[in-house]
């Protein structure tokens, strides 16, 4: 492995650190329930959608929302 893919490695995952911490004491009061139930229903639109597009494209069938 390459040294300078080592560096870039090593600065990537500090960067990423970095962010997190920052993020956890922005968002450090956010009710951890609240944001998983988010992820939840942003995880089953996504499927959902994901579902009707690969059935449109299948069955060529015009769904309106």
Known sequence: ???S???LSLL???SS???G???ASIIGNV???LMMGS???LALGYYGFK???DVRDVFDVDVSL
């Open 5 to 7: 893919t080592v560096i």
């Open 39 to 41: 992820e939840a229903l």
């Open 21 to 23: 911490q920052l993020s």
């Open 17 to 19: 650190v970095l962010v």
């Open 51 to 53: 579902v009707i597009k």
């Open 1 to 3: 492995m390459k040294t």
């Open 12 to 14: 990537v995952l500090n």
């Open 31 to 33: 009710n951890p329930i």
